[in-house]
């Protein structure tokens, strides 16, 4: 199983940017599906980004588009989510997570979750 610590987060104004990291550890760390999920307060979970090991496919969802960009650093053993143009609805703990199938789009999918970092957008 792979463990994961998330940093990064913090309070940041409209329109800036925050980067991600999620440093994991653990066995075949490289062969999972890595991804990113949020919660706001009051909601349920929502897949944010992910990268398919095995296709090396990349998705979002619609709300992130063309503003976040996932990544990650085999090498490293380290996950990024570089996020710009922030707006206040972006505002949740964000979590890492992996899925040991290979997929990692819902949260049924997850074997892992990161303990979470908050991201907090301001207008």
């Known amino acids: 199983q792979v463990q994961m610590v998330e940093s990064g987060g913090g309070s940041v104004q409209a329109r800036g940017s925050l980067r991600l990291s999620c440093a994991a550890s653990?066995?075949?760390?490289?062969?999972?599906?890595m991804a990113w999920f949020r919660q706001a307060p009051g909601k349920g979970r929502e897949g944010v980004a992910r990268i398919y090991t095995r296709s090396g496919i990349i998705s979002y969802a619609d709300s992130v588009k063309g503003r976040f960009t996932i990544s990650r650093d085999n090498a490293k053993n380290t996950l990024y989510l570089q996020m710009n143009d922030l707006k206040p609805e972006d505002t949740a703990m964000y979590y890492c997570?992996?899925?040991?199938?290979?997929?990692?789009?819902?949260?049924?999918?997850?074997?892992?979750w990161g303990q979470g970092t908050q991201v907090t957008v301001s207008s």
């Open positions: 653990g066995d075949a760390y490289s062969s999972y599906c």
């Open positions: 997570a992996a899925g040991r199938a290979g997929y990692c789009r819902y949260e049924t999918d997850i074997d892992s």
